[in-house]
């Protein structure tokens, strides 16, 4: 639900998570490798066997297209599941908003590592979350459990973007250990030029 988000960018987490998602499968194919598509919330939910072809991206492509973001997400435990679906060793990309507790996320992308898969992660962030550009008093609510919590936003505000600089850090640096390829994604940042980066190393 969190990727429903949509504050300063041109465009929701979800929309540009799947953006980058169909380029990423449109490039994949284009190199003559096959390419398959996982979604999740808390757990696995619509799988799609690798395709070759253009043509055998149009489910994908189609699914990638209607998603809503709703409920809540177990990252950690998605990946295990995933992980333990796809045991041959692979390239594996997570696209993901990344917006739970770092240790859990850190230890899902451990177990593709130690599984063999190379991993990159493409962590999709709206610039708005990252500073408090409010002011006052605010009701903030929880995209995914639906909680509301009203805040005095200069009270907070240095210690929360502490706190987001905190686990950006840890996100980053977990990656690195893990030898995962780590970009951070402002949802304002065209597509093209993050995949294109990517091959670029």
């Known amino acids: 639900g969190s990727l429903g988000f949509r504050g300063d960018g041109p465009m929701s987490k979800m929309d540009c998570a799947s953006y980058l998602a169909a380029g990423m499968l449109y490039t994949l194919v284009s190199q003559r490798d096959l390419a398959g598509l996982i979604t999740f919330d808390a757990k696995m939910r619509d799988v799609f066997k690798p395709a070759g072809s253009a043509e055998g991206l149009r489910p994908l492509l189609l699914h990638l297209e209607g998603i809503e973001p709703e409920g809540e997400g ?24 990344l917006l739970q507790d770092a240790d859990r996320i850190l230890r899902g992308i451990r177990h593709l590592y130690h599984d063999g ?8 962030v709206d610039r708005a979350e990252r500073t408090l550009s409010l002011g006052g008093v605010a009701e903030l609510r929880d995209l995914e459990t639906k909680s509301k919590l009203v805040i005095e936003v200069d009270e907070i505000r240095d210690a929360y973007e502490r706190a987001v600089r905190h686990h950006l850090e840890k996100i980053r640096v977990g990656c690195n250990e893990c030898l995962a390829v780590y970009r951070l994604v402002d949802t304002a940042d065209p597509a093209e030029t993050v995949l294109g980066g990517l091959s670029r190393g």
């Open 74 to 97: 177990d990252i950690e435990a998605a990946i295990h599941q995933a992980a333990d679906v796809r045991r041959k060793k692979s390239l594996v990309v997570l696209i993901s908003d």
């Open 117 to 124: 898969h190379n991993i990159v992660v493409l962590h999709v």
